[in-house]
């Protein structure tokens, strides 16, 4: 079985190279030039289908779990939470903004600037506590019988861009993070 640890830092490392790519389009705001909203537009999709809808329900269990076992980290964990639902809001704002600037409506610059800046901030913030905060402890404490519980939380979901039958959709999303390996 694969380990779940390795697992979920996989899972991070694969958010944190979309919101590296986010992070270059966010960075052509300052040049005056247009982003790649479709690009932009399929990383939100995919952050807000499969991350919001797999990777975070399995954490919100796993925190559960972790804070019976560590009382110390109950406000962390709680916090980290909390942080799940304000990252589905924030994407959710996001998409909305990135599918009018792909069917061409007139949205604010300023709007998808400051939308796709802060959702990237506080979204590389939230990977990093749970990198440095929670996965060693988890390692160390949560029981066959948590992870069991961390598995059944949702049912399995197929990953459609780092999955073994990726979606079409995500074909440039694939081939630029290529190019950046
Ligand atoms: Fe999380
Ligand atoms: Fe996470």
Redesign the pocket.
Known sequence: MTDPIAAWHAEHVYFKRLLDLLHKQVDVFSTGQRPNYELMLDILHYLRHYTDQF??PR?DVAFARLARHCPDMKLTLDR?TQ??RVIARAGTTLLKYLEEATAEAVIPLAEIEVAAATYLVYYGN??AR?EEDVLSRAAQVLTADDWEAVRAAVPVGHDPLFGDHPEERYREVRRQIALEA
Do not use: A, N, T, Y
Request: proline share 0%; hydrophobic share 20%; no cysteine.
């Open positions: 990777h975070h954490e980290l942080e799940h939230h990977i749970e």
